[in-house]
């Protein structure tokens, strides 16, 4: 099932996305479930499938501003450097990373499908990062391996864009450079975990006007979806609508020589496969 968030005559509602339209499911899976994440925290989403069949679509995929699938989780948590090839990309001889390299993002930093994604007036180093975002269904605390994979609710394309000279201003941290307003999108929707028969070989393509940039799978990551949702849980209790963003292969706009940073106009594709495509296209922020 993909489930979404979205606006519609300045009222923000979640619904489910079908071949028709979308069904509104606002208030429709029990008293005061007005929202994906409100929804998720009362473990109410086994009942979707039922309003979904006996509901017409409310709206078409016109109809509607798309937000991120949870426009507002309690944690944002970015894991960096988690494709074995991109070790090497850096060339700095180090050996593979022991344990992920993580960091937190704001909800404002990201968009939904189809939005702006805002170039800074502080920067001309606008970059994309093509990735895959777990978004957590269940809470939990020290997940085991081996149940981790329970925790997901679904899937949904990210583009963790980030503003590259910026991730520089500090000596051990990259938060300015990831969190500007808008610099980021997640969406279309959330695919349920139960539309994948496994999620071990997932790909990932990012696309710059129609070129692709990026194309790898879930395959070649160091530290699979099972490994961070355990690692991440040892020291952060995860909750439902909690997003971890899983990495992104070679390819960023950093890379290229020259490096190939994002310019007002540019559209930016996310697609997974089985998930579907993300796009944005790049604008000035106007102050």
Known sequence: MK?????????????????????DLTGRLGPGLDTLRSALEANALGRAGDVVADAKPAYGLDDIAFLAPVPYPEKIICVGVNYGNRNAEYKDGSELPKWPSVFARFPGSF?????????????????????????IGKAGRRIAQVDAEKHIAGLACLNEGTVRDWTKHGKFNVTQGKNFDASGSIGPWMVTADEFAGFDKL????????????DDTT??????????????SRWTTLKPGDVISTGTPVGAGIRFDPPRFLKPGDVVEIEVPGIGVLSNTVAEETI
């Open 3 to 23: 489930l979404l968030s979205f606006e519609v005559a300045g009222r923000q509602r979640f619904g489910a996305a079908t071949d028709g339209g979308i069904v």
């Open 203 to 214: 790909r990932v393509m990012t696309r710059v006007n129609g070129e692709v940039r990026q």
């Open 219 to 232: 395959a070649n990551l160091m530290f699979p979806f099972r490994y961070l949702i355990s690692y991440i």
């Open 111 to 135: 968009v939904g499908h189809r939005a702006s994604l805002l170039r800074p007036p502080e920067s001309a180093q606008l970059d994309y990062e093509g990735e895959i975002a777990i978004v």
